[in-house]
C-alpha cells in the first residue's frame, strides 16, 4: 500500500507560478513511476505529467508543455510539478498517483491515488 499526500495548490492570478508536491510514503519510492492528473468537476480526469523511477525520462500533456515541469526528490520520497504561466484553463484538483509499471498518459495504468489539491487561476 502507497500512500500519497499533495500540497501547494492555491488561488493565483494567471501568469503566475505554483509548485505542487506529493509526498509518498513507503521505502520503495524509487522503484515507482509517478504521474500527476487533474480534474474538473462533471469532466474527466485529465494527464499532465509523468516521470520515470529515476527521473530520466519526463512526459507531458501538450496543453502544459513548455510551461510545467515534473521532477522528483527519491530521497524525499517527494515529486513536484512546477507550474509557470499559469492559466484559467488549468483550474481543477490536481492529482499524483503511483503506477507499478512504466510511465503513463492513461489514468487505468495508476495504482495510487492521492486525494488532490486545488489549483484556482483568475484572470
Known sequence: QVQLVESGGGSVQAGDS???SCAASGRTFRTYAMGWFRQVPGKEREFV???SRNG???????SVKGRFTISRDNAKNTVYLQMNSL??????IYY???????PA???PAYNYWGQGTQVTVSS
Open 18 to 20: 505554483l509548485r505542487l
Open 49 to 51: 505529467a509523468a516521470i
Open 56 to 62: 530520466g525520462s519526463t512526459y507531458y500533456a501538450d
Open 87 to 92: 492559466k484559467p484553463d488549468d483550474t481543477a
Open 96 to 102: 499524483c498517483a503511483v503506477t507499478l509499471s512504466v
Open 105 to 107: 498518459t492513461n489514468s
